[in-house]
């Protein structure tokens, strides 16, 4: 109660509205930058993680800087970057069928899990115990 009335002294001070004032505590906000430090700053899922690291994905990583510096010195900028960029092609087909085909199994044993637990399998286990079972299956697995 306290902060509404200090709110309504300042507005009767100030002459604004209730509307007004709020409309230009959002326009300060978004103008000073607060709200992308407010995006960048927040906690992130697992999935919003994943995501992260696979925009910072660097193909070139296991290239050596002379390997692409004599592309570069022998056929030129235009050439090494075609080349460098069919690698990354390549590169990035490879990890899709990777992804692909370990979501796949992924899938398919969380189905079977689905069935183990309507048969009564987990009912008996604390979920430590389940964790670790199911860990262990997935080392398996994959």
């Not at 978004?30 to 700053?41: I, K, P, W, Y």
């Not at 994943?50 to 994905?57: D, N």
Request: some cysteine; hydrophobic content about 30%; proline content about 1%.
């Amino acid at each position: 109660m306290k902060e509404y009335q200090r709110l309504k002294s300042y507005l009767d001070m100030s002459g604004q509205s209730m509307n007004g004032f709020i409309k230009s505590l959002i326009h300060i906000f978004f103008e000073s930058g607060q709200a992308q430090r407010n995006v960048t700053n927040r906690a992130t899922t697992p999935i919003e993680e994943h995501r992260k690291r696979q925009e910072q994905y660097y193909p070139y990583y296991y290239i050596s800087t002379e390997s692409m510096q004599l592309l570069y010195n022998k056929f030129g900028q235009k050439v090494m970057s075609n080349i460098l960029n069919k690698f990354t092609e390549y590169i990035n087909d490879e990890i899709d069928y990777i992804l692909e085909d370990k979501g796949d199994r992924f899938e398919e044993w969380v189905e079977e899990i689905e069935q183990r637990m309507e048969e009564g399998e987990f009912q008996e286990r604390i979920n430590d115990e389940i964790c670790i079972k199911l860990i262990k299956e997935m080392n398996n697995i994959f």
